[in-house]
């Protein structure tokens, strides 16, 4: 079946830094990948929306210069958080959606703690 | 905006007792609609779907959810609960308009807890 992994699983920062997360479809190509971000306890809440070739689309109120957005390949997407503050300490997951069909898989999450 | 809303964020059965867990989809067009579990620390998986085919669909693990229209719900349910059980759980929906995107909207979730 479809399987998307994400890289790293867990990361801890510094403030300040940059971080890179990425969003693999491992046997399928994924012409579009989402991102969302959970905070504890909560539901998802999308970030943005990753196409292959061109920019990423962000919902209202994410700041693109903040959370950097790649989808170079048909099978990888990155997430990049530049400048992280404790305030964006949260798991983050991706899911890849497979053409031609409604339905999303998701990748495991990747925990960030900005320190 | 089209949106879901779970009522409850927590519910709490026993072992073998039936689980119900309640959606509720805002939309004047039947929706794209979903249900994913979530196991802590991790991503989610897909547990059945709504695709405008039959109204009462089958997932995996034993769950299914019904389709009403005149309620405009889509609750999950689950028979006999078992202490695998225990989990997150999230209605979701695909926006009118966005069918071909795969834009997934998430309900707020439900912390399902099994009791011995």
């Known amino acids: 079946g479809a399987v998307v992994s994400q890289h790293p699983s867990w990361v801890i920062c510094k403030s300040g830094t940059s971080v890179k997360i990425e969003c693999r479809s491992l046997d399928f190509q994924a012409t579009t990948m989402f991102w969302y971000r959970q905070f504890p306890k909560q539901s998802l809440m999308l970030m943005a929306t990753s196409n292959e070739g061109s920019k990423a689309t962000y919902e209202q109120g994410v700041e693109k210069d903040k959370f950097l957005i790649n989808h170079a390949s048909l099978t990888l997407s990155t997430l990049t958080v530049t400048s992280a503050h404790p305030e964006d300490s949260s798991f983050y997951i991706c899911?890849?959606?497979?053409?031609?069909?409604?339905?999303?898989?998701f990748g495991a999450g990747s925990r960030l703690t900005v320190l | 905006a089209q949106s879901v809303t779970q009522l409850g964020s927590h519910v709490s059965v026993s072992e073998g007792a039936l689980v119900l867990l309640r959606c509720n989809y805002s939309?004047?067009?039947?929706?794209?609609l979903f249900w994913y579990v979530q196991y802590p620390n991790q991503g989610l998986q897909l547990l059945l779907k709504y695709t405008s085919a039959a109204t009462l669909v089958k997932g995996i693990n034993g769950f299914e959810a019904e389709f009403k229209k005149s309620e405009t719900s889509f609750h999950l349910t689950k028979p006999s609960a078992h202490m695998s059980d225990a989990a997150e759980y999230f209605c979701a929906v695909i926006p009118a308009g966005s069918s071909n995107t795969g834009k997934l909207i998430f309900g707020q979730g439900t912390t399902l807890q099994v009791k011995p």
């Open positions: 899911s890849a959606r497979i053409v031609g069909a409604n339905v999303l898989t």
């Open positions: 939309s004047s067009v039947p929706p794209y």
